[in-house]
């Protein structure tokens, strides 16, 4: 898949990108499996809340049955994955709005999480990339991939 590219060949770093792709999220997800990535979606349209944002992210990324449904837990689980062992990550989020509109603070959040687990995946020699679709006004400063 052409947009993966850049984040399979290393030429872009680990961060935020926007994704400028109409791909289906199950064909772009498949792509990272066959070269040995792991992916993650979330559909952002069925996320206007904190517990519903750490819900949809914990059955996305399949966290262990003892996450606690909190931002500390979150940020444990997203930094081990351990039990999804991979080259790298992708976590794809479509349709930020709903969140990004509904609980600004807590996307912020969200974010701030993210931004630090991008980074400690990046000491491990480990890529772990956010792309964000469907974005509108509500992410700023966010390259596009």
Known sequence: ?????????GTRPPGIYRLA?????ENILTALTTVGWRGF???GRKIETKTEFLRASAASMDFPTYFGQNWDAFE????????????????????VAPFATHQPDEWKVAQA???????EWRKLDKPFYLL??????????????
């Open 113 to 119: 999480i993210l931004k630090e687990t991008i980074a």
């Open 132 to 145: 964000l679709r469907n974005t509108g006004r509500y992410v700023s400063k966010v390259k596009s991939l």
């Open 1 to 9: 898949m052409k947009n993966l590219e850049p984040i399979l060949s």
């Open 41 to 43: 979606h979330l559909d």
């Open 21 to 25: 792709s109409r791909a289906k999220a």
């Open 76 to 95: 444990e689980c997203i930094r081990d994955l351990s039990w999804a062992p991979a080259q790298g990550y992708v976590l794809l989020y479509d349709h």
